[in-house]
T-cell receptor, first 112, second 114 residues
Framework: AQSVTQPDIHITVSEGASLELRCNYSYGATPYLFWYVQSPGQGLQLLLKYFSGDTLVQGIKGFEAEFKRSQSSFNLRKPSVHWSDAAEYFC??????????WGAGTKLIIKP | DSGVTQTPKHLITATGQRVTLRCSPR?????VYWYQQSLDQGLQFLIQYYNGEERAKGNILERFSAQQFPDLHSELNLSSLELGDSALYFC?????????????FGSGTRLTVV
């Protein structure tokens, strides 16, 4: 069965520093991959998605993610984080029934 | 505003009671998904409706039920409430029966059972 692993429960980054959040998936074929963000007290918002094509995907709020088949990874990056990026980030993939399979989430803490 | 409307935003009720949570999907979306999010369980998929019919079922308790009406809004009914049912309940919608285009989430209903 498909699964998504986000190995980091918490990540602390200084404001202005670069960010990389890790996501690993298990699936044989080319997966559908997503990153969502949840700000405190809010619902989840889609940041970006990958289906096929260019392995570097641009999303909203200055985020990007790179699909690496050889590493079964879809890591989320941002060159310079802002205090407003503090949130929980979820990686997800689709299963064979096109239902979302979620990672456990990574909470991003921004140091001033 | 995501376009998915959930009411009420907050709900406090006693154990043993029954509540109904309501969700209006984004205009044009045919699928509605219900999720429960708690600190210890994370994000748990409960159930999906597509154009009025149940499409997929996740970890939904027998005490919980849902339906989608002809106007596509959906209701999640939680009965015989227990303290452990306290959580954020999210509704999401999508255009198709699957999540290939991503989901649009509402801002949730925070349920507190006392």
């Amino acid at each position: 069965a498909q699964s998504v692993t986000q190995p980091d429960i918490h990540i602390t980054v200084s404001e202005g520093a670069s960010l990389e959040l890790r996501c690993n998936y298990s699936y044989g074929a080319t997966p559908y991959l997503f990153w969502y963000v949840q700000s405190p007290g809010q619902g989840l918002q889609l940041l970006l998605k990958y289906f096929s094509g260019d392995t570097l995907v641009q999303g909203i709020k200055g985020f990007e993610a790179e699909f690496k088949r050889s590493q079964s990874s879809f890591n989320l990056r941002k060159p310079s984080v802002h205090w407003s990026d503090a949130a929980e980030y979820f990686c997800a993939t689709l299963d064979s029934n096109y239902q979302l399979i979620w990672g456990a989430g990574t909470k991003l803490i921004i140091k001033p | 505003d995501s376009g998915v409307t959930q009411t009420p935003k907050h709900l406090i009720t006693a154990t043993g009671q029954r509540v109904t949570l309501r969700c209006s999907p984004r205009s044009g979306d045919l699928s509605v998904y219900w999720y429960q999010q708690s600190l210890d369980q994370g994000l748990q998929f409960l159930i999906q409706y597509y154009n009025g019919e149940e499409r997929a079922k996740g970890n939904i308790l027998e005490r919980f039920s849902a339906q989608q009406f002809p106007d596509l809004h959906s209701e999640l009914n939680l009965s015989s409430l227990e303290l452990g049912d306290s959580a954020l309940y999210f509704c999401a919608s999508s255009l198709t029966s699957g999540g290939a285009y991503g989901y649009t989430f509402g801002s949730g209903t925070r349920l507190t059972v006392v």
